[in-house]
């Protein structure tokens, strides 16, 4: 009978690991988190579509060489009077063509009027080339910041992935504590109730047992609170998002032989979007220059006109001057330059040398900063994995110092306090240890993402 209640515990208990396995989520990759992050982060839509709008206005600009073709027509009622002078167009005065007369004639006439107009700027010495130019740059500009948004949202959500990682061997970690404190009130209760040791050191455990559990809640609330975190950029559910602590693992083995990673400057987000700014502001350089140029325009119109008053200035019937009786046309050349302008681009040209200078300091600002990150990065990764290398003997030493404390507590030959502080000795050691693999990782992802390098390191992981 015995042996069938073992058997039938054995099956109990195997059902129950399974359905725990069951239960359990598929660890995501890293590189799987960045691909989804890449494709759904709400800030990494919006930029994209700011590229857009720059594309459509550099299309806008790249058609402002389209000449003005208009056509105009109108039908007129009114008087027939002119006086000899010049005077400025207000832009208000109508016109009033015919010579002179000796009197004023109040008798109204008719007339109409339709114009083809088409005047055309069919050279501006690179003014439209240096328009193009700047509006490409402005698209790069977009494309750069796009990149580098995406390039700081990378980083922030390997922080997050590898803090996650951490707090699942946290929760590791004290889940054991739990069983151990567990463990440790059981063995008081069975020697209390004997009267081996005093019922105080039941209520002890009782204190140490429910401190562990709290820890376990505070910690777990965390760890859901970072999971909601990396849902809201890459929509997944948050509770599908948990950390491959086996790819921690494999970074952990391979800590000597990792080599160090080659920075790269050429395509960095964040070198190419000062880049880009400087290089926009040089193109603006050169648009300054170009648009203030001489400008050549063709010119052309044809008209036609009608009115009720002949060539003998004879009135005729208001609607005879609805009618075309005259056409017309002009083509002509022109040249437009203003002498004033070579002020004025001399002016806009100082302004736009010291935009583009500010530009050139920011970029070299940006490059050493890089330069010290990445010099404190392969500081900090040459110190973890020191630290990483020394911790397993603290860790082995307050492990055996533990179960030393729990077999002298049975016997009686020690007391709670020492056992508790044996305890609190491993519990410490275990998170010591859980920080030095996550500081471990956490620098060697932070050279990768400083040296541009994300991937590189990504593709050690299988």
């Given at each position: ?254 800590a000597t032989s990792i080599q160090p990673l080659l920075p790269d400057t050429a395509t960095h987000p964040l070198i190419n979007y000062y880049k880009s700014l400087y290089q926009n502001s040089v193109q603006r350089e050169e648009l300054v220059k170009k648009q203030y140029n001489p400008k050549i ?166």
């Amino acid at each position: 009978m015995s042996d069938f209640k073992k058997v039938a515990g054995l099956i109990v208990c195997l059902l129950f690991c399974l359905h725990t396995v069951a239960q359990q989520t598929t660890p995501i990759s890293l590189k799987q988190l960045l691909s989804e992050v890449d494709q759904k982060a709400p800030s990494l839509l919006t930029d994209s579509a700011a590229i857009s709008i720059r594309q459509a206005q550099a299309a806008e600009t790249r058609n402002n060489w389209l000449p003005n073709l208009k056509l105009n027509y109108q039908a007129d009622i009114g008087t027939n009077n002119n006086v000899a002078g010049p005077y400025f167009g207000f832009g208000i005065i109508p016109s009033n063509s015919r010579g002179v007369r000796l009197g004023s004639n109040s008798t109204a006439t008719g007339d109409n009027l339709g114009i083809a107009a088409l005047d055309w700027e069919i050279y501006n010495f690179g003014a439209y080339g240096a328009q193009n130019r700047v509006a490409n740059s402005e698209i790069k500009i977009e494309q750069s910041r796009y990149a580098q948004s995406k390039y700081q949202l990378q980083s922030s959500v390997i922080s997050a992935y590898l803090q996650l990682a951490r707090l699942q061997n946290y929760l590791s970690i004290q889940q054991r504590n739990i069983q151990r404190n567990d463990q440790i009130k059981r063995s008081i209760y069975a020697l209390a109730k004997s009267g081996v040791r005093p019922g105080v050191d039941t209520s002890i455990a009782e204190a140490e047992l429910s401190k562990a559990r709290l820890n376990y809640i505070e910690l777990r609330n965390q760890y859901r609170q970072l999971q909601q975190q990396i849902s809201a950029v890459s929509g997944l559910p948050a509770q599908a998002i948990v950390a491959d602590t086996l790819a921690q693992n494999q970074l952990l083995t391979q800590a000597t032989s990792i080599q160090p990673l080659l920075p790269d400057t050429a395509t960095h987000p964040l070198i190419n979007y000062y880049k880009s700014l400087y290089q926009n502001s040089v193109q603006r350089e050169e648009l300054v220059k170009k648009q203030y140029n001489p400008k050549i325009l063709l010119e052309a119109a044809a008209w036609g006109r009608g009115s009720s008053v002949d060539a003998n200035d004879n009135f005729g019937p208001v609607n005879s001057g609805f009618n075309f009786d005259r056409g017309n046309y002009l083509v002509g050349l022109s040249v437009s330059y203003n002498l004033f302008d070579l002020r004025r681009k001399q002016l806009k040209l100082r302004t736009q040398k010291a935009a583009s200078n500010f530009a050139q300091r920011q970029l070299n600002e940006q490059k050493i900063a890089l330069a010290s990150s990445a010099t404190q990065a392969q500081t900090e990764l040459q110190t973890a994995r020191e630290r990483l290398h020394e911790i397993p003997n603290q860790l082995r030493a307050a492990n055996a110092g533990y179960r030393q404390k729990l077999s002298l507590y049975k016997n009686g030959l020690t007391d709670i306090i020492e056992l508790n502080a044996a305890l609190n000795i491993l519990y410490r050691a275990e998170t010591d240890y859980a920080q030095a693999k996550y500081a471990y990782t956490n620098a060697l992802f932070r050279e990768a993402i400083t040296d541009n390098q994300v991937n590189t390191l990504l593709n050690t992981l299988k």
